[in-house]
């Protein structure tokens, strides 16, 4: 018999009898890790239980279709793992193109877009990293992407120097998540200097493929202030408009809170501006019947500590932004109408940062 005749016969032997797949006992952890996993790669799983059903015996046919391969992909993975065992799994290297950037290229842009910024401007665009680091645009575009980085972009943070912001932290978190028994928590603050702006011209309304459009330009017809006091437990508002913000308009608020909860103690966080810790407010406060009201004032420009301004988010977002306000009159009726349906849904905003969360994030060197 020829030698290409005792070569086929082996190649159809090959075939016809799958080759036995044996594991040892470390190989068989790793491949019931891989098998298991819900982080690594799809392809990777599914060979794992390719030579873990392998090694139970089971036929190729029967393997193929437990883990949705074709027949020939089941032969290919049971011999590469026979020869070359774990290593066999991996993909080989793929032919093609050579890459026309290195690894060094593409640290280069990186390492330029976050270390630097391009003369006379403030950040890089993708046309402008591309020329500095000699990469092409398309590349650079994807890189960027790649590693999640957006130079056209910026945030803020303010970071408060309150040598008390521990302790005031751990105060108001403390009644957020675990107030005292039967106690009125209140967040408290005032909305200051809401316009009452009408357009010069009536507004052109929504309809298909074009938006809501109003004039850019606007008349003044005054301002009001604010005053709220959110109910942390029960999703309430009390609401108060005045024209003015001084401590005469904050203690006659204070004083409309006491009638409303008429008994027991009433626990208020508000923040730092003067109004609030003013001579006339200390006077009002240290009065017996008033020292009920326990003030809990927030760090130092930690105004996102107040729940309360979530709040004004919304009467900014939902009444503010888009109103038409012939007076201040109409203005007022407009918040006072928004805080009554607020008040009939009950919406309690949740507070879930723990202290020990903030007080991680505030001792992050990047504040990232």
Known sequence: MSVHVMRGVVCCLMARHAAV???EPDERKILETWAASRTEPYRKVQRAR???????????????REVDLTRRMIIQWRQRFVKERLAGLSDRPRPGRPRTYSDAD???????????????????????????????????HHILRENRLKP????TFLRSS???FAAKVIDVIGLYMNPPENAVVLCVDEKTQVQALDRTQPMLPLRPDQIERHTHNYKRNGTVQLYAALAVHAGQVIPRV????????????????????????????LDNVITHRSEKVQTWHAKPKKQRVI????????????????????????????????????LTAKLLAYIERFNQEKRIFQWTKTTDDILRSRTSRTRH
């Open 21 to 23: 797949v044996t594991l």
């Open 50 to 64: 390719v030579i873990l059903l392998a090694a139970k015996g089971k036929t190729n046919s029967a393997i193929a």
């Open 106 to 140: 593409r640290l280069r842009v990186v390492e330029t877009a976050c270390t630097t910024t391009p003369p006379g401007a403030t950040h890089w665009s993708v046309r402008s990293l591309a020329e500095a680091t000699g990469v092409g645009r398309d590349t650079v």
């Open 152 to 155: 056209h972009r910026v945030g």
């Open 162 to 164: 309150d040598p008390n």
């Open 242 to 269: 005045e024209d003015r913000h001084r401590s005469r308009e904050f203690i006659a608020f204070m004083n409309q809170l006491l009638r409303i909860y008429p008994e027991g103690d009433i626990h208020v966080i």
């Open 295 to 330: 003030f809990h004032f927030i760090p130092t420009t930690s105004s996102w500590l107040n729940l309360v301004e979530v709040l004004f988010n919304l009467v900014q977002a939902k009444v503010i932004r888009r109103g038409r306000f012939p007076s201040k009159q109409d």
